[in-house]
């Protein structure tokens, strides 16, 4: 049976039959490998430019502004201070009077409280540790925005933010304590909950490995920054 041709039409041999269809699946190809770069650099573009909430060198300070009869001051004009670096973070209180600066570096921070009819309110010394939650609130005085009430912050006893349990180890017991080989991981033991995990013949304590909170030493997950 013959193909029938129309005016103009003209038969292709079957090596050109073939030519065309390669060619036709190399642009099909060809297409789909840049429709595949192309979200691959879209989903890295948006990936970096979202916001990590597993930040583990950073923590959060929060708090709640208002005035003596405890009702909320929204629009309150709030600056964060690092004291070491100097850095100057700056927002303001929302509807309810709350504000949040996060994340933020570990450090010791100062945070000022401003408001038109009220005294600058100053909180100093503020500890932010690893993955923290600080709440610092306030209570502002009537007076005139010339005057300030600083207050020198003091270590929270609980961590009312989070259910999480961790220590964080200052720089000044690092160097004082006697470790023995300098193994960082014996530090671990200055914590709450933190048992010497058992020999089972394989000298884990010569090692440093510890249990936390009844969990197995095999389990530890150690990070380092």
């Known amino acids: ?38 979200g691959a650099v879209l989903f890295c573009v948006l990936l970096a430019g979202r916001p990590t909430s597993a930040q583990v060198d950073a923590g959060t300070l929060l708090g709640t502004l208002r005035d003596q009869s405890g009702a909320v001051i929204p629009n309150a ?4 201070t690092h004291e070491g670096t100097s850095f100057v973070l700056s927002t303001v209180t929302g509807p309810d009077g709350s504000y949040v600066f996060t994340p933020i ?20 010394g503020i500890d932010v540790s690893i993955q923290a939650q600080v709440v610092v609130d306030f209570t502002m005085l ?25 220590e964080v180890v200052r720089s000044r ?20 909950g933190v048992t010497v995990g058992q020999e089972e013949g394989r000298g884990l ?3 440093g490995w510890f249990a936390a909170n009844g969990t197995r030493p095999a389990q530890n997950n150690l990070l380092l920054d």
């Open 1 to 38: 049976m013959f193909p029938i041709l129309g005016p103009g039409s003209k038969l292709l041999s079957p090596t050109q039959i073939i030519k065309e269809r390669s060619a036709a699946m190399l642009k099909l190809v060809s297409h789909h490998r840049v429709v595949c770069m192309l």
């Open 77 to 80: 004009k709030m600056t964060l």
């Open 105 to 124: 570096k570990i450090g010791r921070y100062n945070v000022e409280a401003e408001f038109q009819g009220f005294q600058k309110a100053r909180r100093t």
């Open 142 to 166: 009537p007076g005139a925005v010339t005057q300030t009430v600083e207050v020198t912050a003091a270590a929270p006893l609980l961590q009312t933010q989070s259910g999480s349990v961790g």
């Open 173 to 192: 017991v690092i160097n004082d304590l006697p470790l023995n080989g300098r193994n960082y991981t014996f530090l671990a033991r200055l914590t709450a």
């Open 205 to 207: 304590n010569n090692n």
